[in-house]
Every structure is written in structure tokens, then in C-alpha cells.
T-cell receptor, first 114, second 116 residues
Framework: GAGVSQTPSNKVTEKGKYVELRCDPI?????LYWYRQSLGQGPEFLIY????????DSGLPNDRFFAVRPEGSVSTLKIQRTERGDSAVYLC????????????FGPGTRLTVL | AQSVTQLGSHVSVSEGALVLLRCNYS??????LFWYVQYPNQGLQLLLK??????LVKGINGFEAEFKKSETSFHLTKPSAHMSDAAEYFC??????????????FGQGTTLQVKP
């Protein structure tokens, strides 16, 4: 079956611009996670959705970052006023129901802020 | 707060040799433990995980890991390395308990090089 997909695969933007990153989960998966992976580092947790609601957003670095999942399926990570330090690979992972289930990762979106 | 330490950012082995990738965690309560592999330009793939029960866990591609509570370790091993094992390996943990959201805390990663 289809895995987690993320679009775009690459995004280049200029400092100060707004970007949106999309995640399409595995069908039927209610849990969705966003992580950020900087060069040479392990992924860092950003936000967790259970259904439509953000159950844990403790990893969002500041209020420029926001994520939504309005219908409990596709999620969009939104970054306002991008900064060069936001450059990273943004990973989405989904799980069948919740915390005890295996997370399946998408290929990521590589964001470059010039 | 939980943390994960992977000893050795780069490990090089010869094809056919033993693979040993080290992972230690810091947590007040033994967490769930995971190993993920990341091939170039691909997403993270779960190799194995420990939640409960037998402390020696077998995963895909011939890998296994042993949870040692006394050493707070979850080292990954494979008896005989194959060229296709060359990749980045990440150890991760997540909380147990009612407040657990499943968020993963990752180590820095270890790059495995396999020499012919």
C-alpha cells in the first residue's frame, strides 16, 4: 500500500517568506507527527496530532511555526517569516492509532532558506 | 528529561564482520526503545523496537538489539555486515505511561560504512 507522502520534496525560499509543507498520511492512520532534522543531527519532535487536534505541540520552536490537520488526514506545516536557521529536512510520520504504534516516516521535505 | 546518546558518529566495518552500534539512554523510567535506519534520500525505516517482554529483540535484515536495564543500553548488532547495510542508524526512545504521546527522542545517529 501507499506510504506516507510529503510534498514538495524540495523547497527553496528567501528569508522572510512564508512556506507550507504538506503531509499525506497512510490511509486510516489517526496519529501524525512532524519532526525536523538538521544536517548531521537526529530528528527533533515538533508536533503530534491525534485526529484533528494537536495533542502535543511542545516541540514547535516559536510562534512562526504552526501546523493544521483540519479533517484528520492531510496535515500542513506552516512557517512564517522564514529564517536561515529554519533550513532542514522536515519529516512527517504517521501511526495507526496512537503512542504505542509504530511510526512510519515519509521521505521528508528539504527546506532551504536563502 | 529523556536523552539518547549514540557512541560513535561513524563506524566502519569490513563486509562479513560483526556490526555493533551503541546506544545509551537517560530516563527515570525505562522507555520504549527503537532503532531506525535511513538510507540516502529515503525516509526512516524501523529496524526493531522494544516495548515489553524478552529483552533480546530481533528485527529486519538480520539485526537484533538487547535491552539492558542495568546499563541503560540498547545496542544494535548484526553478526555479518553486508554492503547494503551502509546507511545512517538512529536510536530513539519514547515515554511509557498514560501521558505518553509517542513522540520519539532521537540520538545523533551513527553512519555505518561497510568496506569490501
Amino acid at each position: 500500500g501507499a506510504g506516507v507522502s510529503q510534498t514538495p520534496s524540495n523547497k527553496v525560499t528567501e528569508k522572510g517568506k512564508y512556506v507550507e509543507l504538506r503531509c499525506d498520511p497512510i490511509s486510516g492512520h489517526t496519529a501524525l507527527y512532524w519532526y525536523r532534522q538538521s544536517l548531521g543531527q537526529g530528528p527533533e519532535f515538533l508536533i503530534y496530532f491525534q485526529g484533528t487536534g494537536a495533542a502535543d505541540d511542545s516541540g514547535l520552536p516559536n510562534d512562526r511555526f504552526f501546523a493544521v490537520r483540519p479533517e484528520g488526514s492531510v496535515s500542513t506545516l506552516k512557517i512564517q517569516r522564514t529564517e536561515r536557521g529554519d533550513s532542514a529536512v522536515y519529516l512527517c510520520a504517521t501511526a495507526l492509532a496512537g503512542p504505542a504504534d509504530t511510526q512510519y516516516f515519509g521521505p521528508g521535505t528539504r527546506l532551504t532558506v536563502l | 528529561a529523556q536523552s539518547v546518546t549514540q557512541l560513535g558518529s561513524h563506524v566502519s566495518v569490513s563486509e562479513g564482520a560483526l556490526v555493533l552500534l551503541r546506544c545509551n539512554y537517560s530516563s527515570s523510567v525505562p522507555p520504549y526503545l527503537f532503532w531506525y535506519v535511513q538510507y540516502p534520500n529515503q525516509g526512516l525505516q524501523l529496524l526493531l523496537k522494544y516495548t515489553t517482554g524478552a529483552t533480546l529483540v530481533k528485527g529486519i535484515n538480520g539485526f537484533e538489539a538487547e535491552f539492558k536495564k542495568s546499563e541503560t543500553s540498547f545496542h544494535l548488532t548484526k553478526p555479518s555486515a553486508h554492503m547494503s547495510d551502509a546507511a545512517e542508524y538512529f536510536c530513539a526512545v519514547s515515554d511509557r505511561g498514560g501521558s505518553n504521546t509517542g513522540k520519539l527522542i532521537f540520538g545523533q545517529g551513527t553512519t555505518l560504512q561497510v568496506k569490501p
